[in-house]
């Protein structure tokens, strides 16, 4: 492959000649003469020098382990920070039920009442329609579970006593005119 060819960044990724390239001593020289060095100037390239490294020492590790950078670094948080995941009430029935017991029967009570609902629009519908439904049909059933239930409240409510009215107790007076 021809030096000439390649991009400087592809030759020497991080300023370093590539690992795994097998390079002739020609291709150095030819090297030398397309970029330069950093004490001479490029030859074939006009004002072109070597770019100089931010490090002059590369060994990172040794250097942030060095006593004069540790000392202006702040120490490392190693405590975890643990979050619990915030759940949507609106969605999770679970985090709902939490932050107000009283949602399940509400909730509850919506169903049921569209439930009521759907079964009181269908007998309505039949009823105009002059369609008889079967006594098997949940809209049938339903509504003789109702009879039945309010039947047995109205039979098991307590009666209220008659209060007798004490012999001296008098009528209350009528209102007195308005005056002009």
Known sequence: MSVEKLNLLKLAPGGHV????IWTESAFKRLDQLFGTWKTPSKEKKGYNLPQPK?????LSR???????KHV??????KVVRRVRR???LNNTRAMLKLNPYAAVLKRQAILAG??????RDEALAKKRGITLPSVHPVVRSAKLQARRRAQILK???KKEKKAKAPGAKAPA???PAKK
């Open 55 to 59: 490090m002059a020492n590369t060994d």
């Open 18 to 21: 590539g690992r795994f390239v």
């Open 87 to 89: 759940l949507n009430p």
């Open 115 to 120: 439930q009521k609902r759907q079964l009181q």
């Open 63 to 69: 250097l942030l382990k060095a006593e004069e950078i």
């Open 156 to 158: 098991n409510k307590p």
């Open 73 to 78: 670094l702040r120490v490392p948080q190693k």
């Open 174 to 176: 009528a209102k007195a």
